[in-house]
């Protein structure tokens, strides 16, 4: 009897010496802004390449001017891109204001700081220059004005520091929210900050203590205004200082005081002050006029220190 006949169907794994095609290497990514010719090629950490002009790189930053002055690696810098320890959220507007080339408005105080730090690293005046007058507009001290005090400190940015110090009045320094951030300030621009919100407190003490302008309040003795006979009894007054000294200290802007509706005028301090009477039952006139006296206050609040004094040269 004839042997019985097989037939099988082969599979990949049955092909002997089977050889897959060798695999093409990955084309480079290019940024389409950088993709031209150009003398040197640059590679960012994400791997996106970046080619741009010899003269570019050595013209506008110090740091390349000294690396490209070396011997060039054997093949010239075209033959391997340089590696850059740096992301393309930095590097692409970073070359951009490099190159002169339009960039994108910002949209937060971390893309700025983040090219910024790239710019102080490659040594670049120019995009320094350009992002220290991105960094002054007035959302960004709203938004973070400690944090925008800390970079204009580390670059000795007087202006800059002074407004920013100017917009953190705002802010509680001594609130919990603000202590990570107070602590990676460098001890001169910590302590000139805080001497300015003490500054405020102690100045205010002591014009709210002055006779000069407040003579009603603390004139010792000083008799009614109405009857000229009845010593003042200003211990309403006494109290409604402390109560102001106080919120001075907690909010150093000092926007609730010296007003007529709000804030201030909630306090029950001031409300007792506004309600003291002369005692002597004929006259019962205010001890205190209302209106002069806020007034006064407003202008108090307004002689008070409102930037840090950097001592710099």
């Keep these: 009897m004839a042997a019985a006949t097989h037939n099988t169907i082969s599979t990949g794994k049955d092909i002997a010496h089977e050889r897959s095609a060798p695999c ?6 290019y940024h389409p802004a950088f993709s031209a010719a150009a003398d040197i090629m640059l590679e960012s950490s994400d791997g996106t390449l970046y080619r741009i002009d010899l003269y570019t790189l050595r013209a506008t930053s110090g740091f390349f001017n000294t690396m490209l002055s070396l011997p060039a690696p054997e093949g010239g810098h075209k033959a391997e891109p340089i590696p850059l320890h740096a992301p393309d959220d930095a590097v692409e507007p970073l070359l951009r204001l490099m190159c002169g080339m ?3 408005p910002w949209r937060t105080l971390d893309e700025i700081e983040a090219v ?3 710019a102080e690293n ?9 992002l220290r007058t ?35 009045l705002a802010l509680d320094l001594f609130a919990p929210e603000h202590a990570d951030a107070l602590a990676r300030l460098p001890a001169p621009a910590l302590v ?3 001497r300015l919100h003490r500054a405020r407190r102690d100045v205010l003490r002591a014009l709210l203590d002055s006779p000069d302008g407040f003579l009603a309040g603390n004139g010792e003795p000083f008799h009614c205004s109405a009857c000229a006979f009845t010593p003042l009894d200003n211990r309403s007054w006494r109290a409604l200082k402390i109560r102001l000294v106080r919120e001075i200290e907690r909010a150093p802007a000092g926007e609730a005081l010296g007003v007529l509706v709000g804030g201030m005028a909630e306090w029950p301090e001031t409300r007792a002050c506004w309600d003291a009477k002369c005692s002597r039952p004929e006259c019962g006139a205010a001890n205190y006029d209302r209106i002069a006296t806020l007034k006064q206050i407003r202008s108090c609040v307004n002689a ?6 950097l001592d710099w040269d």
């Design 192 to 194: 000139a900050l805080l």
């Design 304 to 309: 008070l220190p409102v930037a840090v004094d």
């Design 116 to 118: 910024l730090q790239l």
């Design 134 to 168: 991105a960094l002054d507009a007035p959302k960004w001290r709203t938004a973070d004005p400690i944090r925008l005090y800390a970079l204009a400190t580390h670059f000795t940015w007087r202006a800059e520091a002074q407004r920013a110090s100017t917009a953190a």
């Design 102 to 104: 339009y960039t994108h």
């Design 24 to 29: 093409a290497p990955p084309s480079p990514v």
């Design 122 to 130: 490659w040594d670049t005046p120019g995009p320094i220059a350009y």
